[in-house]
């Protein structure tokens, strides 16, 4: 069938791109041609696979449940007895596909490990609204699924919700669509129901723009909480807002005009957390339907827990809605993902945005930027970026239709992609180090020893980063982190680097769970192990 670049002008324009810039850094890999589904919702766990989720109530997928699982779905339009699974687990090491169970609506649904490593899941739609969920998982070889939890709910219905998993390991679940409240899990004894946060009905104008806010942990253990154009500090012990930050300019910032955000690596004292938001649609794309309005390009950048802090701005070589910021093990941010015209929602964006962006954030203002290799799939509303342990980054997803359209300008995507950054090229293979030996376990103050190998000789110091899995949805990774570790320079100890280690001092730093443990060198980082932080 001939192709009509008339009809489809992103095509031509990254045809373009890639002859112009084929040295850009960065390489694209394809993982998986059809992974049954189009992720809406996407975490990596301890034993190295790939939760993806996506809706149940949107017909049949492309992967089967086993025989003699159906469900009944009342709500669906298209199937009511539904033998398809709406979530899968994806093995990184075989490339192979399993089916989940899933048995009510997780549509725009929140999620966060737990200490133990258990997906906790929350909210949905529909029958979903009220659900809470748990995936354990298990060896690659290991039978492992969803449950539905009998005994407790949601004390408020959540559809757009965020989670935020908090020093004490408890979950505080925020907002929702129409649920201006924040609650707990497991839930707290010495509260009866929901908390209001009035901040989420202040914010809220004629469009939203308070869903799915922005919940980034601080290591003071407050809360920082962006929805639309504005932020406050939240102490979640008292449930009070302790502090409100200036106003953000340049646009609503949260769904439905979503960028992304990240909190930066935390290093040296632990003391200073730095937020970054990039991004998002103009104000009255999402009312008027428009997919040509451009995105917006600036970033704004602010230290939350300074007591006077400003917005410092900066402007992206793009305009990207729906784009996602994903945490590196260096502690640069990979921007990948989304448009560059309309606003989040079905059949509303146009105009892909192909190219990753990197953002150095030791970089002066003007110099943080670089453009990378674009990719030739657009991942548009319902696309999901996650960090790998071998520190690629996992693409999956893109739906902008209310049911599966494969015969759409902008497709339903079932492929899985992976993107590996210029760290990972060819021509640094031979500094790149090997973790050899790490402790499985570690608890806060510890000091413990990392042993690596390097085919060069070491030259500086070797890091050692802890970064967590969070779960990614909507353009937000909820519970990204990334922390710097106190380390000594390497010393040579029979043919191997000894690293001198201490672990985060407390929860707020880094709250307990299984992290992704990476020695970098030179920029360069390892295969993550997997540690267990713990009190």
Same mark, same amino acid.
């Given at each position: 069938?001939?192709?009509?670049?008339?009809?489809?002008?992103?095509?031509?324009?990254?045809?373009?791109?890639?002859?112009?810039?084929?040295?850009?850094?960065?390489?694209?890999?394809?993982?998986?041609?059809?992974?049954?589904?189009?992720?809406?919702?996407?975490?990596?766990?301890?034993?190295?696979?790939?939760?993806?989720?996506?809706?149940?109530?949107?017909?049949?997928?492309?992967?089967?449940?086993?025989?003699?699982?159906?469900?009944?779905?009342?709500?669906?339009?298209?199937?009511?007895?539904?033998?398809?699974?709406?979530?899968?687990?994806?093995?990184?090491?075989?490339?192979?596909?399993?089916?989940?169970?899933?048995?009510?609506?997780?549509?725009?649904?929140?999620?966060?490990?737990?200490?133990?490593?258990?997906?906790?899941?929350?909210?949905?739609?529909?029958?979903?609204?009220?659900?809470?969920?748990?995936?354990?998982?298990?060896?690659?070889?290991?039978?492992?699924?969803?449950?539905?939890?009998?005994?407790?709910?949601?004390?408020?219905?959540?559809?757009?919700?965020?989670?935020?998993?908090?020093?004490?390991?408890?979950?505080?679940?925020?907002?929702?669509?129409?649920?201006?409240?924040?609650?707990?899990?497991?839930?707290?004894?010495?509260?009866?129901?929901?908390?209001?946060?009035?901040?989420?009905?202040?914010?809220?104008?004629?469009?939203?723009?308070?869903?799915?806010?922005?919940?980034?942990?601080?290591?003071?253990?407050?809360?920082?909480?962006?929805?639309?154009?504005?932020?406050?500090?939240?102490?979640?012990?008292?449930?009070?807002?302790?502090?409100?930050?200036?106003?953000?300019?340049?646009?609503?910032?949260?769904?439905?005009?979503?960028?992304?955000?990240?909190?930066?690596?935390?290093?040296?004292?632990?003391?200073?957390?730095?937020?970054?938001?990039?991004?998002?649609?103009?104000?009255?794309?999402?009312?008027?339907?428009?997919?040509?309005?451009?995105?917006?390009?600036?970033?704004?950048?602010?230290?939350?827990?300074?007591?006077?802090?400003?917005?410092?701005?900066?402007?992206?070589?793009?305009?990207?809605?729906?784009?996602?910021?994903?945490?590196?093990?260096?502690?640069?941010?990979?921007?990948?993902?989304?448009?560059?015209?309309?606003?989040?929602?079905?059949?509303?964006?146009?105009?892909?945005?192909?190219?990753?962006?990197?953002?150095?954030?030791?970089?002066?203002?003007?110099?943080?930027?670089?453009?990378?290799?674009?990719?030739? $799939?657009?991942?548009? +509303?319902?696309?999901?970026?996650?960090?790998? =342990?071998? @520190?690629? %980054?996992?693409?999956? &997803?893109?739906?902008?239709?209310?049911?599966?359209?494969?015969?759409?300008?902008?497709?339903?995507?079932?492929?899985?992609?992976?993107?590996?950054?210029?760290?990972?090229?060819?021509?640094?293979?031979?500094?790149?180090?090997?973790?050899?030996?790490?402790?499985?376990?570690?608890?806060?103050?510890?000091?413990?020893?990392?042993?690596?190998?390097?085919?060069?000789?070491?030259?500086?110091?070797?890091?050692?980063?802890?970064?967590?899995?969070?779960?990614?949805?909507?353009?937000?990774?909820?519970?990204?982190?990334?922390?710097?570790?106190?380390?000594?320079?390497?010393?040579? $100890?029979?043919?191997? +680097?000894?690293?001198?280690?201490?672990?985060? =001092?407390? @929860?707020? %730093?880094?709250?307990? &769970?299984?992290?992704?443990?990476?020695?970098?060198?030179?920029?360069?980082?390892?295969?993550?192990?997997?540690?267990?932080?713990?009190?």
């Amino acid at each position: 069938m001939e192709t009509s670049f008339s009809s489809r002008p992103w095509l031509l324009i990254f045809i373009t791109l890639s002859t112009v810039h084929a040295q850009l850094p960065g390489l694209w890999e394809l993982l998986v041609s059809n992974a049954g589904l189009a992720s809406m919702h996407t975490a990596v766990t301890r034993f190295n696979t790939v939760v993806l989720l996506d809706r149940t109530n949107i017909g049949p997928s492309r992967k089967m449940l086993p025989k003699g699982h159906c469900r009944y779905d009342r709500h669906d339009d298209v199937l009511k007895k539904d033998c398809y699974a709406h979530s899968v687990v994806f093995d990184l090491q075989t490339n192979e596909i399993r089916p989940l169970m899933i048995l009510t609506d997780t549509w725009c649904s929140s999620g966060q490990f737990l200490p133990d490593g258990t997906l906790l899941q929350t909210g949905g739609d529909l029958d979903g609204f009220t659900k809470i969920r748990k995936f354990e998982p298990c060896e690659p070889d290991r039978f492992c699924d969803w449950v539905e939890l009998k005994d407790v709910e949601l004390i408020n219905g959540r559809w757009y919700a965020t989670n935020q998993i908090l020093p004490d390991g408890t979950v505080i679940i925020v907002g929702g669509r129409g649920t201006n409240t924040v609650e707990y899990y497991p839930p707290r004894k010495t509260q009866s129901g929901a908390v209001e946060l009035k901040f989420l009905a202040e914010v809220e104008d004629n469009q939203m723009d308070n869903l799915y806010p922005y919940v980034h942990l601080l290591p003071n253990s407050h809360l920082f909480i962006f929805a639309n154009n504005k932020a406050v500090m939240y102490d979640h012990e008292d449930n009070k807002v302790i502090h409100e930050y200036p106003e953000l300019f340049g646009g609503p910032r949260n769904y439905p005009s979503a960028g992304s955000s990240v909190m930066l690596a935390l290093d040296g004292d632990f003391k200073t957390a730095v937020i970054v938001i990039c991004g998002g649609a103009e104000y009255g794309a999402f009312i008027e339907r428009s997919t040509d309005t451009p995105a917006h390009g600036s970033c704004g950048r602010i230290i939350a827990t300074d007591p006077n802090p400003v917005w410092e701005m900066e402007d992206m070589p793009f305009g990207r809605v729906m784009g996602d910021m994903v945490m590196l093990p260096t502690g640069d941010v990979l921007i990948i993902n989304g448009a560059q015209s309309g606003t989040q929602g079905f059949e509303m964006a146009s105009n892909p945005c192909l190219n990753p962006v990197l953002y150095r954030p030791d970089q002066p203002i003007g110099l943080r930027f670089m453009t990378l290799n674009p990719g030739t $799939v657009p991942r548009m +509303y319902h696309s999901t970026a996650n960090l790998l =342990p071998d @520190g690629r %980054v996992l693409l999956a &997803g893109s739906n902008p239709h209310y049911l599966y359209n494969f015969a759409a300008e902008f497709p339903t995507e079932l492929r899985l992609e992976a993107f590996s950054p210029e760290y990972l090229s060819l021509d640094r293979a031979n500094i790149r180090p090997v973790i050899e030996g790490i402790p499985e376990t570690v608890r806060y103050g510890e000091a413990f020893d990392v042993f690596v190998t390097v085919p060069l000789p070491v030259v500086g110091v070797v890091e050692v980063n802890f970064g967590n899995a969070p779960f990614a949805t909507h353009s937000f990774s909820q519970g990204q982190r990334l922390v710097k570790l106190t380390v000594t320079p390497s010393v040579p $100890v029979d043919g191997r +680097y000894r690293i001198k280690c201490t672990a985060p =001092p407390n @929860g707020a %730093v880094a709250p307990p &769970g299984y992290y992704m443990a990476f020695a970098v060198n030179q920029g360069v980082p390892s295969v993550a192990r997997w540690v267990h932080l713990v009190p």
